[in-house]
């Protein structure tokens, strides 16, 4: 599975939209890119993923460029809640087998 | 609620005791996996299982023991330990045909001491 590079950590306010970046530039043809995230002591919780379309749901969209090499993590409306490690996963043949960096720290500020 | 169920949430154990984690998921998934995740450290996958086979045992001590009895119930047996075992242990499951996305239940601390 590809590698991926994402900042240690990020500030958003609170009401803000908090927008995550994630280098992926070896990502190949068939491997998606997942967006989970890990509140303090919790297991990781599944976000989003997407292969080359841009995807949205009720969590976040994810913006993926088009030659693939990179993408965003938008959540539109940050809330304290929100503060968490964010992990970003380029998983291909090797479905489940996800391999875990060390993230993003993202901490939502009043 | 994830469907990934996990007991007990907080375990405590000395080195010479016998224990065991459990989970079980409410998904229908055919895939099920044991990580660990150490303090300041990524996750770090140790056992894979589809339809009850294991598939994978990424070099993990035999003083972890895993079975799955069938496709919605996941141990990890747990003996002779060491300090440096404490760890957040999770599990995960995913659909192994057609589905991508793997779902973590919400984890066994585990202390060694």
């Known amino acids: 599975d590809a590698k991926t590079t994402q900042p240690p950590s990020m500030d958003c306010a609170e009401g803000r939209a908090a927008n995550l970046p994630c280098n992926h530039s070896t990502i190949s043809g068939n491997e998606y890119v997942y967006w989970y995230r890990q509140i303090h002591s919790q297991g990781p919780q599944y976000i989003i993923h997407g292969l080359k379309n841009n995807e949205t749901n009720e969590m976040a969209s994810l913006i993926i460029t088009e030659d693939r090499k990179s993408s965003t993590l938008i959540l539109p409306h940050a809330t304290l809640r929100d503060t968490a490690v964010y992990y970003c996963i380029v998983n291909g043949a090797s479905y489940g087998k996800l391999t875990f960096g060390q993230g993003t720290i993202l901490t939502v500020h009043p | 609620e994830t469907g990934v169920t996990q007991t007990p949430r907080h375990l405590v154990m000395g080195m010479t005791n016998k224990k065991s984690l459990k989970c079980e998921q409410h998904l229908g998934h055919n895939a099920m996996y044991w990580y660990k995740q150490s303090a300041k450290k990524p996750l770090e996958l140790m056992f894979v299982y589809n339809f009850k086979e294991q598939t994978e045992n990424n070099s993990v001590p035999s003083r972890f023991s895993p079975e799955c009895p069938n496709s919605s119930h996941l141990f990890l047996h747990l003996h002779t330990l060491q300090p440096e075992d404490s760890a957040l242990y999770l599990c995960?499951?995913?659909?192994?045909?057609?589905?991508?996305?793997?779902?973590f239940g919400e984890g066994s601390w585990l202390t060694v001491v």
């Open positions: 995960a499951s995913r659909q192994e045909v057609g589905g991508n996305t793997i779902y």
